[in-house]
């Protein structure tokens, strides 16, 4: 089995594909990465076939995160289908996943720190220019999507530690 885990922010270039980058990595280094396939899409088409923000890509290289191949790319209802999980960045995402997406039937979408426990939305750093304040966050709702995994999906992770 392989969980299908796809990241949505608005553009697509800076805070899904840091997140997309971040679980990889985290997945990676414990030996799950057998056990996930992991993406990242945007709610809005304003930066289609751009690649991660300067910002995100820096960031990465600073804490030593590989920065995958990618081009954004809006989501489409395949996307949603062949997903376990949409994990949007904030309020607005949710809103526009749920216009996009026939409002979540299969129940998919969910903000990534609340698997943290918070209700507080991940700040977009294209406005805020916070790339550092953008990536903390991401690593504690990544780090705490990991530990809902595999509180979820025992067996399947299991598996892939043996």
């Known amino acids: 089995m392989v969980l299908r885990v796809l990241f949505a922010c608005h553009g697509n270039i800076c805070r899904s594909t840091m997140a997309q980058f971040v679980f990889q990595n985290m997945v990676n280094k414990v030996g799950y990465s057998s056990c996930f396939s992991i993406d990242s899409v945007a709610t809005s088409t304003e930066e289609i076939g751009n690649g991660p923000h300067i910002g995100t890509v820096r960031k990465m290289r600073?804490?030593?995160?590989?920065?995958?191949?990618?081009k954004a790319r809006q989501i489409t209802w395949n996307d949603y289908k062949s997903a376990d999980l949409v994990i949007a960045m904030d309020r607005e995402n949710i809103r526009n996943l749920n216009r996009m997406l026939k409002g979540d039937p299969d129940e998919k979408i969910t903000k990534l720190l609340?698997?943290?426990?918070?209700?507080?939305?991940?700040?977009?750093?294209?406005?805020?220019?916070n790339f550092d304040a953008t990536y903390d966050d991401?690593?504690?709702?990544?780090?705490?999507?990991?530990?809902?995994?595999?509180?979820?999906?025992?067996?399947?992770?299991?598996?892939?530690?043996?």
Do not use: N
């Open 62 to 70: 600073e804490v030593g995160v590989p920065v995958l191949p990618h």
């Open 114 to 129: 609340s698997f943290s426990g918070l209700d507080r939305d991940i700040a977009d750093p294209w406005y805020t220019g």
């Open 138 to 162: 991401i690593v504690l709702g990544c780090r705490d999507l990991l530990e809902y995994l595999k509180s979820e999906y025992p067996e399947m992770i299991s598996q892939a530690s043996d």
